[in-house]
């Protein structure tokens, strides 16, 4: 049972453009939602965070939205750049866990032209 | 500082075979995790650490599958008779604190194939 969805496993945006990737989830107990960005041969990073208490959180360039509703998030970036060329990775855990076990979607990979 | 770092980076072995990978954590991060990565997958949680002991295995596909932590500080990912189907890459991750909003530092993974 896939509890975090990635839809889309690849986009291809122009440099310059905004890129939105998707996330659903099916877990209404997920309060907190997280995004990683991957290169190859490299691990996961932190992009940016999300508490369900909010429904927008921005960080320069990187900004995601939280539908709690739709069970929907989403992560903007703007203006895209090559360097942003990566696969993304949507994450949620559960405040109640207490542990800070991550469920991952599956990626989408995400390509940035000049 | 350092980043988390997972030995041996690739591992190559035969079905029925017995493997074991390490993981060395951020120093002072007292929560470490080991997902795993199979191929067009995203990562999925195995089993975590805080300090010591095992809080969490609930990810643990079998019980060909164990992790120790014995001094709270570097993690041994230990798999015996392993299987075609064990083929991923085994990545590690640490947090200072476990818990809702603490940051996960991954370290590059261990990818293992079994033949």
């Known amino acids: 049972d896939q509890q975090v969805k990635q839809n889309s496993p690849s986009l291809s945006v122009q440099e310059g453009r905004i890129s939105i990737l998707n996330c659903d989830y099916t877990?209404?107990?997920?309060?907190?939602f997280l995004w990683y960005k991957k290169y190859p041969a490299e691990g996961p990073t932190f992009l940016i965070s999300?508490?369900?208490?909010?429904d927008k959180n921005e960080d320069g360039r990187f900004t995601v939205f939280l539908n709690k509703s739709a069970k929907h998030l989403s992560l903007h970036i703007v203006p895209s750049q090559p360097g942003d060329s990566a696969v993304y990775f949507c994450?949620?855990?559960?405040?109640?866990?207490?542990?800070?076990?991550?469920?991952f979607g599956q990626g989408t990979t995400l390509q940035v032209k000049p | 500082g350092a980043g988390v770092s997972q030995t041996p980076s690739n591992k190559v072995t035969e079905k029925g075979k017995y493997v074991e990978l390490r993981c060395d954590p951020i120093?002072?991060?007292?929560?470490l995790y080991w997902y795993r990565q199979s191929l067009g997958q995203g990562p999925e949680f195995l089993i975590y650490?805080?300090?010591?002991?095992?809080?969490?295995d609930s990810g643990l596909p079998n019980d060909r599958f164990f992790a120790v932590r014995p001094e709270g500080s570097v993690s041994t990912l230990k798999i015996q008779r392993t299987e075609r189907g064990d083929s991923a890459v085994y990545l590690c991750?640490?947090?200072?604190?476990?818990?809702?909003?603490?940051?996960?530092?991954f370290g590059p993974g261990t990818r293992l194939l079994v033949l």
């Open positions: 991750a640490s947090s200072q604190n476990p818990g809702l909003q603490e940051t996960q530092y």
């Open positions: 877990n209404s107990m997920f309060d907190y």
């Open positions: 999300i508490s369900s208490i909010k």
């Open positions: 994450a949620a855990t559960r405040g109640s866990s207490n542990t800070g076990k991550l469920i």
């Open positions: 120093s002072g991060h007292t929560a």
């Open positions: 650490f805080q300090g010591t002991g095992a809080a969490d």
